[in-house]
């Protein structure tokens, strides 16, 4: 596909249709790496869970995770892996 490039205040910039980001995933931060000549955009992949451990410990210190549902058991909770 070409593109045309435009000046963007003092750079310059693509605009990439908002299907090939949507192709890829991309939706907020990219990777971009400049390899052998050739631009490399590519859709940043976090974790999903990322920081729910550290959330859970603040909520326990603060009595803030008592049972939501109490028919529902907690055993075997302590069994899963972050």
């Known amino acids: 596909m070409e593109v045309a490039i435009r000046k963007m205040g003092n750079s310059q910039g693509v605009l990439i249709p908002k299907p090939v980001l949507a192709e890829i ?9 400049v390899r052998d000549g050739v631009i490399e955009i590519r859709a940043v992949r976090r974790n999903p869970r ?5 959330d859970a410990r603040r909520l326990a210190a603060q009595d803030g995770d008592a049972l939501m549902w109490p028919e529902v058991a907690n055993d075997g909770d302590d069994a899963l892996v972050w």
């Open 25 to 33: 995933g991309l939706d907020g931060t990219a990777d971009l790496q």
């Open 50 to 54: 990322e920081g729910w451990a550290d």
